[in-house]
């Protein structure tokens, strides 16, 4: 395929996409047998758990008696090792899901352990870390207690500091993706060492894992390796571009039974929650997620290569394991990073003559500058990057629906902030 034909690419950035195309060959592969495995295990949840047509039909109102919905959370469920899951439309995004998970488990007078340090810009406000949000029913404002283990230089977990803290919370929270920081996501195995290291300590402690960006890049999920509670959102990976919105809370029975009152209030439970006409996108979305997470892997790898060619450091690299869909690097200025989501954008199918600009954005504490020419607003499993105005202006690539156009967008944006004007 020529890219030339549709899209003014220098002759240095089609040199550079002919050496990528043939040295991340070998890790498409290993996405691509992930990819598969994750499809088949899809398939045989929908298979065993019977999924028919009529599923799809949705519910109004109260939503009471609602088959479709049952029958996702059913097999969400299944798909992620968990005993039971709450799969619903009324989460607004990642951060509202994780909000109601974090209260539907959390009492005054218990302890937030963040086990891997000082979690993401947006959930600071929930927690009642950043004192703006003061008085406005933070879990400090109830009396939920936070403590913190930050990771060690080399931005891996402090085992040793887990394990003197742990006795004192009630929650270990696990942020499997990186947030605003330079470092890779945690693979399954620093989960589980984790979640093994907490629980020595306080058998009793609920191991909490932040899994958005996170679903289907390996063949488990943290559930499966000792997580008690995993949330995301599904307008990332498992919604496979198609969910309108939503997220998912899914894990052990009991506390997905008081995530779902503090949704839905403490004598309703799961029973409530209309789906009106969005079950199909749902269901479609889950099926199709582990091909879409497969295309947006492999995005990140194409352009991981890119970047080292460009002498730009990627986290990760192109040649290492990848644990969810994100790359980060640092630009190096604001006008490259302003360069490179400008060039993501040029490349969009929704928007593409919009030039991105810096501004300020609710639950960030620097202006961010963002490209996401995406068919759902904020969708990141759709082909977007974004950043803080701040030193030294790191981006964060996500998402690719598909790997040729992903492929079309990345190059453009590597052409805009690296290469020699032409």
């Known amino acids: 395929m020529k890219l030339s034909e549709f899209f003014p690419y220098q002759p240095e950035a089609l040199a550079l996409d002919e050496k990528a195309m043939e040295a991340c060959r070998p890790y498409f592969a290993r996405m691509e ?49 968990a005993e039971d899951a709450l799969v619903r439309t009324q989460f607004m995004s990642g951060t509202h899901t994780l909000a109601v998970a974090l209260f539907g488990v959390l009492r005054t007078g218990d302890t937030l352990l963040a086990a891997t340090g000082r979690p993401y810009d947006t959930l600071e406000g929930v927690i009642g870390l950043d004192g703006k949000c003061k008085g406005n029913g933070t879990l400090a404002d ?7 283990a930050p990771l060690k230089p080399d931005k891996t977990p402090d085992y040793a500091l887990i394990a003197q803290k742990a006795p004192g919370a009630t929650v270990c929270h696990i942020q499997r993706s990186r947030g605003y920081m330079q470092r890779t996501a945690f693979s399954l195995e620093t989960i589980q060492k984790i979640a093994e290291t907490a629980k020595k300590a306080n058998p009793n402690i ?3 894992v932040d899994n ?51 949704l839905m209030g403490p004598s309703l439970g799961k029973e409530l929650g209309c789906t009106l006409d969005t079950l199909r996108a749902l269901y479609l979305g889950l099926y199709y997620a582990p091909g879409v997470v497969c295309e947006a892997v492999k995005t990140a790898i194409y352009a991981e290569y890119l970047l080292e ?28 990073l302003t360069g490179f989501c400008r060039g993501i954008q040029q490349a969009s199918p929704v928007d593409s003559y919009v030039a991105p600009e810096p501004s300020e954005e609710p639950g960030y504490t620097d ?19 974004d950043g803080p105005l701040r030193a030294p202006y790191t981006c964060y690539l996500q998402g690719g629906l598909n790997f040729s156009a992903s492929r079309a967008g990345v190059l453009m944006a590597v052409q805009n902030a690296f290469l020699p004007k032409g």
């Open 33 to 81: 047998e992930i990819r598969d495995y994750n499809q088949l295990k899809m398939l045989k949840a929908f298979t065993e758990n019977q999924m028919a047509e009529t599923h799809m039909l949705g519910s109004t109102g109260y939503g009471l008696w609602d088959a479709g919905r049952e029958k996702l959370e059913q097999i969400f469920a299944q798909l992620v090792g």
């Open 309 to 336: 060619q460009c002498g730009v450091k990627p986290v990760p690299r192109y040649c290492e394991d990848h644990n969810d869909i994100v790359t980060c690097f640092d630009s190096g200025s604001a006008e490259a």
């Open 206 to 208: 609920i191991i909490f």
């Open 142 to 148: 109830y009396g939920v207690k936070y403590d913190e």
């Open 367 to 385: 202006p961010v500058v963002m490209a996401s020419g995406s068919f759902t607003e904020g969708s990141t499993i759709e082909l977007s990057c």
């Open 212 to 262: 958005c960006y996170g679903e289907f890049t390996q063949k488990q999920e943290p559930t499966q390796v000792g997580a008690d509670l995993i949330v995301g959102s599904m307008i990332k990976n498992p919604g496979g571009g198609i969910a309108p919105t939503g997220g998912y809370i899914a894990g052990r029975k009991d506390l997905v039974a008081k995530c779902a009152c503090r």
